[in-house]
Nanobody, 122 residues
Framework: QVQLQESGPGLVKPSQTLSLTCTVS??????????WSWIRQPPGKGLEWMGV???????YYSPSFKSRISISRDTSKNQFSLQLSSVAPDDTATYYC??????????????WGQGTQVTVSS
């Protein structure tokens, strides 16, 4: 079965860059039918889509993050990463890496990582 695992620091200081990595195992990483997403959930709030990277390496980001967000991948390691710069306390959230399945309509998020808590504080 496919497994996704987030990793990275749980505490980041304001104005610095939040960096997380998702490692994918148990399934194909490079497929035209899969895209790889980051979704977060601040305390007491709903899920917020951040962005995605597809088979071709194209990225698509939520306008909410403007120029602060960057998603990249390393196909040799079956990993994709999130960088969020200039963080503030309202970036505190549980961050999830998620597979987006594109093979058939309706498209769906079929596999989720367990999530990792990131706190932005000095």
């Amino acid at each position: 079965q496919v497994q996704l695992q987030e990793s990275g620091p749980g505490l980041v200081k304001p104005s610095q860059t939040l960096s997380l990595t998702c490692t994918v195992s148990g399934g194909s990483f490079t497929s035209i039918y899969y895209a790889w997403s980051w979704i977060r959930q601040p305390p007491g709030k709903g899920l917020e889509w951040m962005g995605v990277i597809d088979y071709h390496g194209n990225t698509y980001y939520s306008p909410s993050f403007k120029s602060r967000i960057s998603i990249s991948r390393d196909t040799s390691k079956n990993q994709f990463s999130l960088q969020l710069s200039s963080v503030a306390p309202d970036d505190t959230a549980t961050y999830y890496c998620v597979r987006f399945l594109l093979e058939d309509l309706p498209y769906e998020y079929d596999y989720w990582g367990q999530g990792t808590q990131v706190t932005v504080s000095s």
